[in-house]
């Protein structure tokens, strides 16, 4: 399994090529979840975009998540120095 998955604290993503794939993929680790007796909520299936780790992941890239820079880019400039 640990060739279409990673696994981050309560975090499971599949990833895959082909839908067909994906659905054998989702059948094999609900398999293993309920014979280990983990509950799980699936709350995207076939999804082409995900957040994970802070970066947007999509097909065809890895980008930062752009809410998040554009805060970056919009917090003001510190007014006085600590030192």
């Known amino acids: 399994m640990g060739k279409f998955l990673v696994v981050y604290?309560?975090?499971i993503h599949i990833y895959i090529i082909s839908h067909k794939q994906h659905l054998d993929h989702l059948h094999q680790v609900c398999s293993v979840l309920r014979?280990?007796?983990f509950v799980h909520q699936p709350?995207?299936?076939l999804s082409t975009q995900v957040q994970f780790?802070?970066?947007v992941v999509s097909i065809d890239r890895v980008s930062a998540d752009?809410?998040?820079v554009?805060?970056?880019e919009e917090r003001?400039?510190?007014r006085?120095?600590?030192m």
Do not use: T
């Open 9 to 11: 604290f309560d975090d």
């Open 35 to 37: 014979k280990e007796e």
């Open 43 to 45: 709350k995207e299936v």
């Open 53 to 55: 780790l802070r970066f």
């Open 66 to 68: 752009p809410k998040k």
């Open 70 to 72: 554009r805060a970056i």
């Open 76 to 78: 003001p400039s510190p």
């Open 80 to 82: 006085s120095s600590m």
